[in-house]
């Protein structure tokens, strides 16, 4: 077979010239979508390089679109498509304050595609903050940080992974943010970067790193830049990279310990042949999980095709609706950026207004005397919240039966909290989103914000 | 051979795998027809067409297609209004609809296009290739075509698309007259003959009393105070009315109702919103001097004045405002009362004797003589002095003009 990328072609039933009859001998240098049998289906996942990172067999449990909602791999799709769609942005987009805007106006009206892309990119961008909040709820709500049955398992480790890409998700939002050097961009950044200016001691220092100066202007744009095309997305690719390989450690995903536990007890049939059980690179020479649930034949598939299929159905659904909504929702790009000018109100990035929230209503007016909120809500708080995130594995004590499920009846006072806390959150993020109008005084959805002036 | 272990193929992938389907077909229908639908496409084709009924179908191959502009690198402009409005150049389509009409012509011999670009003098957003963003008004673009259209929303007096020669005046500022800005040339009447220097700083000239006008342009709209402006919110209404009655939008203003028509006003705030910092290279420039110099006339009337017997107030400045008539001396603006009769209207006016006012003024002039007219207690008691004789002068003027008149008409006068 000359192009391997066809081979779904083939029927099942056609003899292929060369099947070997000895054992440990590859039929063929190539793999099918479309595995005959447990070699073809192994062989598949060993010489492809895009599927190498996959185990051969995977529970049939991790694959349950009800179990996880394919967040994380929803994420990384998301990933991909930023990455695809940035590349020609690259092309197209010049990183000077003279340039940017009208690079931007140019990739709005004649670049071919130039709008569609521009909003992929975007909408990609706030759906993957969204998406990984949510993998980050769902894995939180199932305890799936928690370490089951398996060997060497350090699943607490790999959510503080996670908690970082989710910080490094969240930063190359905001850097994406400044580069069109808009209003929006211009004044978005100022409120986010004095934030950083409220920390005692060093924060104006702080600033000045961020901003390359004591005002944004080229400095700011080009250190953004390369923070966004380079240093960020090369971060998380290698996160990406490691939050996999320990998953593949870990032994699969929690509820593969949950399918493991309830397995226990009952005796496992012989197992014929365990060449291609290998759900996990082995650590020394036992095997990750124990082999009474992988030699459980009906609990595992192969993951070529039943993974394969379901994660490029969501890799294809994702990059479907993110580019259905794109031709939707236009991309704005308001004035030229004005430092002369702030527009009212002045607002963060909406992943980070409830932030901008909390900073407004810890300020506190006493007389002539006024406690700036900036330290309080933008860094005490995300910074506690961030720290209790990295420490929560260590700090949950529910038993290992509660791995990987839903909603464990040990961890429900600690998911109510979580709940309540995301919660908190979103209104927080609602009120500051949509409430806030001029003076960041509340408006309620049917009052009319006033008229903002225009020049003639 | 050994068997792959059986996993069927859960039920619900295939619905989903079909509606990923459909929803990849869809995604693809709509960004091409998204980046395909654009109304250039067939103004292009209508004007060929029209071309080609005109002047045949090898005249109509020369009319190009896809997207156009004119690139203006030194004001970073690229302009593609030209995308649509094909016929810039075209002789014979003088009459014809937008867009599809002929420039007039004589304008862009002294303006051609390709330096000159459109919306240096059209306003509109050049980068833009569809009408709606191109014209606007639309937010986040403060430029909107300065148009008919745009002239009978502010219900201009007159010349509905006078609002163009704002543009004009960007580069043409330093003129006295500009041909074919009619508004601009009449508001710059105004700025002489109502002594608005004696107050403002206009091109580099003039009194501190006022803000400095000269890039009164730049201001951005949202640093006006709207709060007493009812209507459109933009800089120029709020000029608009601010000529017309400033101190309804500024109660503590000491500018001077002026009592401006509509169309002065207008053409006022036409004027100060042309007065920009605008990056234009200087070969725009219309060879005139970088400045405003008064002309000969004006210099003559005011050396005549400065030498004869009321010298002394044009001088200090108090003439800027004030006419001296027994003394000679004419105020080119006459926002306050003729001093000739200060002696008496001071005391009818405030219930003060001159001394007491000019020792310790009120109103207007306690802003003016505290900031641009600074007199000393001598000076003080020269001015005074100054408007005694004045007074005098004008008392014997009276009395002699009645004189004429009784031996002029003594029947009338009888009776």
Redesign the interface.
């Known amino acids: 077979m000359a192009f391997p990328f066809l081979s779904f072609l083939k029927r099942s039933g056609l003899k292929r010239s060369g099947d070997p009859e000895a054992p440990g001998v590859h039929p063929q240098p190539f793999w099918s979508f479309r595995p005959r049998s447990d070699r073809e289906s192994g062989d598949a996942i060993v010489s492809n390089f895009a599927l190498h990172m996959f185990p051969a067999k995977v529970s049939r449990a991790s694959l349950a679109w009800k179990y996880s909602f394919w967040l994380g791999t929803g994420s990384a799709a998301l990933f991909l498509l930023l990455i695809l769609s940035g590349a020609p942005l690259l092309f197209l987009y010049v990183p000077s304050v003279e340039r940017a805007y009208s690079s931007i106006k140019d990739i709005e009206f004649v670049v071919t595609f130039g709008s569609w892309l521009r909003s992929v990119h975007r909408v990609a961008a706030h759906a993957m903050v969204v998406v990984v909040c949510l993998h980050l709820v769902r894995v939180f709500l199932t305890g799936a940080y928690k370490n089951g049955v398996g060997q060497g398992q350090r699943r607490e480790w790999n959510w503080v992974i996670g908690v970082f890409m989710l910080l490094l998700t969240l930063l190359l939002s905001f850097t994406g943010y400044l580069l069109p050097w808009d209003q929006l961009a211009f004044w978005a950044v100022t409120v986010g970067t004095n934030i950083a200016a409220s920390i005692p001691f060093i924060g104006p220092q702080v600033r000045e790193l961020l901003i390359g100066g004591r005002a944004i202007d080229q400095p700011t744009l080009i250190r953004f830049y390369v923070l966004h095309i380079v240093v960020l997305p090369g971060a998380l690719g290698a996160l990406f990279a490691y939050h996999m390989w320990r998953i593949r450690k870990d032994g699969g995903l929690a509820v593969t310990d949950k399918e493991a536990l309830a397995n226990e007890r009952q005796e496992a049939p012989a197992v014929s042949t365990k060449t291609y059980t290998l759900l996990g690179i082995a650590r020394g020479t036992s095997p990750v999980v124990r082999a009474t649930a992988l030699s459980r034949l009906d609990t595992m598939v192969n993951a070529v095709p039943d993974l394969i299929r379901r994660a490029n159905l969501v890799t294809l659904g994702t990059i479907a609706i993110v580019s259905i909504l794109a031709t939707f929702i236009r991309s704005p790009l308001e004035e030229a950026a004005n430092p002369l000018v702030t527009p009212n109100p002045a607002k963060a990035p909406w992943y980070f207004l409830w932030l901008q929230e909390i900073v407004t209503d810890t300020t506190v007016k006493i007389g002539s005397f006024t406690i700036n909120g900036a330290f309080v809500g933008g860094v005490i708080l995300p910074g506690l919240l961030v720290t209790f995130l990295i420490l929560w594995p260590w700090i949950d004590r529910s038993p290992k039966e509660a791995t990987g499920v839903w909603f464990d009846r040990t961890r429900r006072g600690q998911n109510l909290a979580f709940i309540l806390l995301c919660l908190f959150i979103l209104t927080l993020t609602f009120v500051g989103t949509v409430m806030r109008g001029p003076y960041w005084n509340i408006y309620w959805p049917w009052e009319i914000w006033p008229e903002i002036p225009g020049r003639i | 051979?050994?068997?792959?272990?059986n996993?069927p193929y859960p039920r619900?992938?295939r619905p989903?795998?079909a509606?990923?389907g459909v929803?990849?077909v869809?995604?693809?229908v709509?960004?091409a027809r998204?980046?395909r639908e654009h109304e250039w496409r067939w103004y292009q084709t209508e004007f060929k067409r029209l071309v080609a009924e005109k002047y045949g179908q090898d005249k109509a191959k020369t009319v190009p297609s896809g997207?156009q502009q004119i690139w203006i690198p030194s004001m970073?402009k690229?302009d593609?209004c030209v995308t649509c409005h094909q016929a810039l150049g075209w002789k014979g389509f003088e009459t014809a609809d937008e867009p599809f009409r002929t420039h007039p012509q004589d304008i862009l011999k002294s303006h051609p296009p390709e330096t000159f670009g459109c919306t240096s003098c059209h306003g509109g957003q050049g980068?833009?290739?569809d009408a709606g963003?191109a014209h606007g008004?639309i937010e986040?673009?403060?430029?909107?075509l300065?148009g008919k259209q745009?002239g009978s929303e502010y219900s201009l007096v007159d010349d509905k698309a006078a609002?163009m020669q704002m543009n004009c005046n960007v580069c043409h500022r330093y003129e006295r007259e500009t041909k074919g800005a009619e508004a601009i040339n009449r508001a710059k009447q105004l700025v002489n003959e109502k002594g608005c220097r004696g107050c403002h700083v206009v091109n580099g000239r003039g009194g501190t009393i006022g803000p400095d006008l000269t890039y009164v342009g730049d201001k951005?709209?949202?640093?006006?105070e709207?709060g007493r402006l009812s209507g459109q919110?933009?800089?120029?209404a709020w000029h608009v009315a601010h000529f017309k009655d400033p101190r309804a939008l500024v109660t503590e203003t000491v500018m001077p109702n002026f009592n401006f028509s509509s169309k002065d006003a207008q053409s006022l705030a036409m004027l100060a919103?042309s007065w920009k910092k605008s990056p234009v290279p200087a070969a725009f420039i219309p060879g005139v001097p970088l400045s405003e110099p008064q002309t000969e006339q004006e210099k003559a009337d005011e050396e005549r004045m400065k030498t004869g017997p009321g010298g002394w107030f044009v001088k200090t400045g108090c003439f800027v405002c004030h006419s001296i008539s027994a003394l000679g001396v004419k105020s080119p603006a006459q926002i306050g009362p003729d001093l000739s009769t200060a002696v008496e209207d001071v005391q009818s006016r405030f219930g003060r004797t001159l001394d007491d006012f000019l020792r310790e003024p009120t109103g207007t002039m306690a802003v003016v003589l505290s900031r641009q007219i600074i007199l000393s207690p001598e000076e003080k008691a020269v001015a005074i002095g100054k408007l005694r004789e004045a007074y005098a002068e004008h008392e014997k003027q009276k009395a002699s003009a009645a004189k004429a008149d009784k031996s002029a008409a003594p029947v009338a006068a009888r009776h």
């Open positions: 051979m050994e068997k792959r272990t996993s619900i992938d989903v795998l509606i990923v929803l990849l869809i995604s693809t709509l960004f998204n980046d997207l970073a690229a593609r980068w833009a290739i963003p008004p986040h673009w403060n430029e909107p300065l745009l609002l951005e709209a949202e640093q006006y709207y919110k933009t800089s120029f919103l």
